[in-house]
């Protein structure tokens, strides 16, 4: 990671007195130097860092799935239940190279046999495959081989959650296809990330793991996994799952069962508070076990897709807000005060909180459960910035100040997602004020959205974007765009093109010629 001539303008500027003891670039080359060191640590020490519940040394490497002829061998980690979420954040991105999330999924419900409807079954396997794999996210599940985990592993086995890769690093030819310099791409960069499948991630407490002798003394190779199904007291690893997180508590059989949510709900709290990534929860069926998982997630003001016909707690949590706790099943009486709590949530984030997914719904195109997750995850994120915002006005005497990202990445969000009636209503509310960008004017946002737009051929954003008066071709940055693959052989075919970029490649690759938004 060089220094570069402009590697000082990402940096805030450092306060004029007599006690600035650093200058900008020596603060840029201690804050590189702590970022090399990071990257090392994970690179070199990797799974040592993290110990079994006993002390040895943790249990990691690949799993191939002897049962299975289609899976994909599985990453996993066994660790204590008293990992860091930080460390295990930054090792599943160092070490197991996965591409930072743009928004977390996670899915909650079921753990036992249960059948959804065909056309449900369809419409959440779709749903949740085009809103993985167009925003990039990361799915987390218990991970097991039943209930719904078992359901969004059948999705992810059958090559329905995948994404493409961002370089394409090959040549065709007399004629190539222009790609970012090897300096210019970072070890986490989503272009060097090995694989093209969305990471599916099963959390699953290790002492009820069906099978996990197998995986025993497992540190760094392969280990061969022969099991399937789920009983009173173990169940098997999905083979659907792309990386698993095995918490060992020091206990076993059923004793073991949900040992795992504080390392689960720590990882996603670390996630979604530290690294500011959009969380929704998606609840499937259930019993009073998931209802206090819900409970949990609508305290902290996560966005919730309840689905309703599913049945369970889905349907529970539906009929308490609507009918009261007399239409519930009484089975549910023992969590009533997390139905209350649930409630609560819902009212004080003016009904923003929970959306209920049903086929029987009079709109038909809130059968899209993608767009339900979209819009979801923006209501939710506006409603907390205008909260903010209201408060910060209260507080200063009307004046705002400093800056708030929320803005940037709805927008990112909806051009990821490409819903026009998004983007319209957030740019909307930029102009008119409405919203936080704080130090981030119009102008810098809509380049952002045009770069993101153009990145992924959103054709119709572009139009929409270009067409505003505060858009600027000037801001776009052209690297990116040129270390996009060319699927479609468009300018690679053009050889008068490929000539011209060819005589200007030294601008390409210098990142001090390149517009700077």
Same mark, same amino acid.
């Given at each position: 990671?060089?220094?570069?001539?402009?590697?000082?303008?990402?940096?805030?500027?450092?306060?004029?007195?007599?006690?600035?003891?650093?200058?900008?670039?020596?603060?840029?080359?201690?804050?590189?130097?702590?970022?090399?060191?990071?990257?090392?640590?994970?690179?070199?020490?990797?799974?040592?860092? =993290?110990?079994?519940?006993?002390?040895?040394?943790?249990?990691?490497?690949?799993?191939?799935?002897?049962?299975?002829?289609?899976?994909?061998?599985?990453?996993?980690?066994?660790?204590?239940?008293?990992? &860091?979420?930080?460390?295990?954040?930054?090792?599943?991105?160092?070490?197991?190279?996965? $591409?930072?999330?743009?928004?977390?999924?996670?899915?909650?419900?079921?753990?036992?046999?249960?059948?959804?409807?065909?056309?449900?079954?369809?419409? =959440?396997?779709?749903?949740?495959? #085009?809103?993985?794999?167009? #925003?990039?996210?990361?799915?987390?599940? +218990?991970?097991?081989? &039943? !209930?719904?985990?078992?359901?969004?592993?059948?999705?992810?086995?059958?090559?329905?959650?995948?994404?493409?890769?961002?370089?394409?690093?090959?040549?065709?030819?007399?004629?190539?296809?222009?790609?970012?310099?090897?300096?210019?791409?970072?070890?986490?960069?989503?272009?060097?990330?090995?694989?093209?499948?969305?990471?599916?991630?099963?959390?699953?407490?290790?002492?009820?793991?069906?099978?996990?002798?197998?995986?025993?003394?497992?540190?760094?190779?392969?280990?061969?996994?022969?099991?399937? +199904?789920?009983?009173?007291?173990?169940?098997?690893?999905?083979? !659907?799952?792309?990386?698993? *997180?095995?918490?060992?508590?020091?206990? #076993?059989?059923?004793?073991?069962?949900?040992?795992? *949510?504080?390392?689960?709900? +720590?990882?996603?709290?670390?996630?979604?508070?530290?690294?500011?990534?959009?969380?929704?929860?998606?609840?499937?069926?259930? +019993?009073?076990?998931?209802?206090?998982?819900?409970?949990?997630?609508?305290?902290?003001?996560?966005?919730? *897709?309840?689905?309703?016909?599913?049945?369970?707690?889905?349907?529970?949590?539906?009929?308490?807000?609507?009918?009261?706790?007399?239409?519930?099943?009484?089975? =549910?009486?023992?969590?009533?005060?997390?139905?209350? *709590?649930?409630?609560?949530?819902?009212?004080?984030?003016? !009904?923003?909180?929970?959306?209920?997914?049903?086929?029987?719904?009079?709109?038909?195109?809130?059968?899209?459960?993608?767009?339900?997750?979209?819009?979801?995850?923006?209501?939710?994120?506006? =409603?907390?910035?205008?909260?903010?915002?209201?408060?910060?006005?209260?507080?200063?005497? !009307?004046?705002?100040?400093?800056?708030?990202?929320?803005?940037?990445?709805?927008?990112?969000?909806?051009?990821?997602?490409?819903?026009?009636?998004?983007?319209?209503?957030?740019?909307?509310?930029?102009?008119?004020?409405?919203? #936080?960008?704080?130090?981030?004017? &119009?102008?810098?946002?809509? $380049?952002?959205?045009?770069?993101?737009?153009?990145?992924?051929?959103?054709?119709?954003?572009?139009?929409?974007?270009?067409?505003?008066?505060?858009?600027?071709? %000037?801001?776009?940055?052209?690297?990116?765009?040129?270390?996009?693959?060319?699927?479609?052989?468009? %300018?690679?075919?053009?050889?008068?093109?490929?000539?011209?970029?060819?005589?200007?490649? &030294?601008?390409?690759?210098?990142?001090?010629?390149?517009?700077?938004?």
């Amino acid at each position: 990671m060089p220094i570069s001539r402009n590697t000082t303008r990402c940096l805030p500027k450092a306060p004029q007195t007599a006690e600035a003891v650093l200058d900008e670039e020596t603060a840029a080359r201690r804050l590189q130097r702590a970022y090399r060191l990071q990257l090392d640590i994970f690179r070199y020490f990797g799974a040592k860092l =993290f110990v079994m519940w006993d002390g040895s040394a943790a249990c990691h490497g690949m799993i191939n799935f002897v049962n299975s002829l289609i899976a994909q061998p599985a990453r996993f980690l066994a660790c204590s239940d008293s990992a &860091s979420s930080s460390y295990l954040a930054h090792y599943m991105t160092r070490q197991w190279r996965l $591409a930072p999330p743009v928004v977390l999924i996670t899915v909650t419900g079921g753990a036992g046999t249960f059948e959804l409807s065909p056309q449900l079954q369809s419409v =959440f396997s779709n749903g949740l495959a #085009s809103a993985a794999t167009t #925003s990039r996210a990361w799915v987390v599940t +218990g991970g097991t081989d &039943s !209930g719904v985990m078992k359901m969004v592993g059948a999705a992810s086995e059958s090559r329905t959650i995948r994404i493409a890769p961002l370089l394409v690093p090959e040549r065709r030819g007399a004629w190539i296809q222009i790609l970012a310099p090897p300096r210019l791409c970072s070890p986490t960069h989503p272009s060097t990330v090995q694989g093209t499948r969305v990471p599916v991630i099963g959390v699953a407490p290790w002492g009820v793991v069906k099978g996990r002798r197998m995986l025993f003394n497992t540190r760094g190779g392969k280990a061969y996994y022969e099991a399937f +199904g789920a009983g009173m007291h173990d169940a098997a690893l999905n083979s !659907g799952h792309t990386h698993f *997180i095995l918490v060992d508590s020091g206990v #076993s059989d059923s004793q073991a069962f949900g040992t795992e *949510i504080d390392v689960r709900s +720590g990882l996603e709290d670390y996630l979604a508070g530290t690294k500011q990534v959009p969380l929704v929860q998606v609840v499937v069926q259930g +019993g009073p076990g998931t209802m206090r998982n819900v409970a949990a997630t609508a305290e902290k003001g996560h966005p919730i *897709i309840i689905m309703v016909d599913a049945g369970g707690a889905g349907t529970a949590i539906h009929d308490y807000i609507y009918y009261g706790m007399e239409a519930v099943d009484e089975k =549910f009486g023992v969590v009533a005060r997390e139905l209350e *709590i649930i409630e609560k949530a819902h009212l004080a984030h003016n !009904g923003l909180l929970l959306t209920f997914f049903s086929l029987n719904a009079t709109d038909t195109s809130d059968f899209d459960l993608s767009k339900v997750i979209l819009q979801a995850i923006v209501n939710m994120s506006r =409603f907390t910035m205008k909260a903010s915002v209201k408060s910060r006005l209260k507080g200063v005497g !009307g004046h705002v100040s400093g800056t708030n990202a929320s803005d940037a990445k709805m927008l990112d969000l909806a051009v990821s997602w490409d819903r026009l009636d998004v983007t319209r209503d957030l740019l909307r509310d930029v102009s008119a004020g409405v919203s #936080s960008s704080g130090g981030a004017t &119009s102008d810098a946002l809509v $380049a952002r959205a045009l770069q993101r737009a153009l990145e992924l051929r959103r054709t119709k954003h572009v139009k929409l974007l270009l067409a505003l008066p505060t858009s600027s071709a %000037s801001l776009i940055q052209l690297c990116p765009l040129y270390a996009t693959p060319d699927t479609y052989h468009f %300018s690679s075919a053009d050889k008068g093109m490929q000539k011209r970029i060819l005589d200007h490649l &030294s601008e390409v690759h210098d990142p001090s010629l390149s517009a700077e938004v």
